[in-house]
Every structure is written in structure tokens, then in C-alpha cells.
């Protein structure tokens, strides 16, 4: 009867240590997929609110078309707020790439004023389907077509779609040139 009660307690401590394994790695496994999750979960990116632009009135069209030209004109009479030739800012980069010829002269910081305006004195344009988008801030983007005449000859013209951006300021702040095809 000993040795039935022994062989008894052997098949019960097997039973309880067979069970013990299984219970653990069901623990571990299920500790892992929580780790798992929670790694997902904070590696999930939630896009911010995107805010819907602030509506623009006809009457601030107008406005930001006048400052556009203003800036336009203010380039071709190498006067320039923002710099003439600052390569920093990507409006003046989109701007002096709407005024310049293929093979024509190369204008630089060290130009001669008057040479500048001589050179840039037959550019003229006309910009069309003017539009603007006002942000939260009071900064703004303009869209425009641009049709660009040097001695009443089109020039550049597949790059007819510009972008300009400025601050609430009105200070330009960068830019985009759009090539068509």
C-alpha cells in the first residue's frame, strides 16, 4: 500500500508539475502579447487637427495681389526687401527663377546696380488665376499663373504656376516654382 501511495504522489507531483509548465508558458506567452500591444500602442502616431484655412475675403485677394506685384516689381527694380540675392529664402529663389533668360547675362550681389535694372528694364508680366489661402496665424500663401514677356517674347514658359508664402507681416517667407508639361 506504501508503494501505491508513493507511485500516487509521483503521478500527482508529474500531474501538478506538467500543469505548473503549461500555466507558465500560457502566463509568458500572454505577457508577451501584452508587451506587444503596448509597444503598438505607443507607437502609434495620431496625426494633429489639421485646421481648414481661414476664410479669405475678394477684398484681401486684392490686398495680397497688390503685394504680390509689389514684390514682383520691387525684384525687377533691385530693391528687394527680403534681399535680391538671398539664397535662403525660396520666394526670392522662385522669383529670380520666373526673371531669368536661358543663356542671358548672370546677375550677382556684385552687379552693378544700374546693370541690374538695365537688364531687368524689358521683363514684364501678367499674372492670372490669382488665389490665397489665409492660415490661423494672419500668414497667408498666394497661387498664382504668371506670364512672363522679356522685349514682348514669352520666356520660361513651363514655368507658368508659382507659390509665394508670407508671414503675418507680409515678409515673404519662401515659395515654389510649378513647371508644366
Same mark, same amino acid.
Given at each position: 500500500m506504501n508503494q501505491k501511495k508513493y507511485k +500516487? &504522489? &509521483?503521478? +500527482?507531483?508529474g500531474i501538478f508539475v506538467i500543469i505548473s509548465v503549461i500555466l507558465l508558458a500560457i502566463f509568458l506567452n500572454l505577457n508577451k502579447q501584452h508587451t506587444d500591444?503596448?509597444?503598438?500602442?505607443?507607437?502609434?502616431?495620431?496625426?494633429?487637427?489639421k485646421s481648414v484655412p481661414v476664410e479669405v475675403t475678394p477684398k484681401?485677394?486684392?490686398e495680397y495681389k497688390n503685394h504680390v506685384n509689389d514684390k514682383l516689381d520691387s525684384y525687377l527694380q533691385n530693391n528687394l526687401k527680403e534681399g535680391q540675392y538671398?539664397?535662403?529664402?525660396?520666394?526670392?529663389?522662385?522669383?529670380? %527663377?520666373?526673371?531669368?533668360?536661358?543663356g542671358g547675362k548672370v546677375i550677382t550681389n556684385k552687379t552693378p546696380h544700374k546693370d541690374v535694372i538695365k537688364y531687368y528694364e524689358p521683363f514684364d508680366y501678367r499674372l492670372s488665376?490669382?488665389?490665397?489661402?489665409?492660415?490661423?496665424?494672419?500668414?497667408?500663401?498666394?497661387?498664382?499663373?504668371i506670364e512672363v514677356k522679356y522685349d514682348g517674347k514669352k520666356v520660361n514658359e513651363h514655368y507658368d504656376l508659382f507659390e509665394l508664402s508670407f508671414d503675418k507681416n507680409g515678409n515673404?517667407? %519662401?515659395g515654389h516654382l510649378y513647371g508644366s508639361e
Amino acid at each position: 500500500m506504501n508503494q501505491k501511495k508513493y507511485k +500516487l &504522489y &509521483y503521478i +500527482l507531483i508529474g500531474i501538478f508539475v506538467i500543469i505548473s509548465v503549461i500555466l507558465l508558458a500560457i502566463f509568458l506567452n500572454l505577457n508577451k502579447q501584452h508587451t506587444d500591444l503596448k509597444d503598438k500602442y505607443t507607437n502609434i502616431n495620431v496625426p494633429n487637427k489639421k485646421s481648414v484655412p481661414v476664410e479669405v475675403t475678394p477684398k484681401e485677394v486684392n490686398e495680397y495681389k497688390n503685394h504680390v506685384n509689389d514684390k514682383l516689381d520691387s525684384y525687377l527694380q533691385n530693391n528687394l526687401k527680403e534681399g535680391q540675392y538671398n539664397e535662403e529664402n525660396d520666394g526670392v529663389a522662385v522669383i529670380r %527663377g520666373l526673371f531669368s533668360l536661358t543663356g542671358g547675362k548672370v546677375i550677382t550681389n556684385k552687379t552693378p546696380h544700374k546693370d541690374v535694372i538695365k537688364y531687368y528694364e524689358p521683363f514684364d508680366y501678367r499674372l492670372s488665376n490669382f488665389s490665397a489661402e489665409k492660415k490661423d496665424d494672419g500668414s497667408y500663401t498666394i497661387f498664382s499663373n504668371i506670364e512672363v514677356k522679356y522685349d514682348g517674347k514669352k520666356v520660361n514658359e513651363h514655368y507658368d504656376l508659382f507659390e509665394l508664402s508670407f508671414d503675418k507681416n507680409g515678409n515673404m517667407t %519662401g515659395g515654389h516654382l510649378y513647371g508644366s508639361e
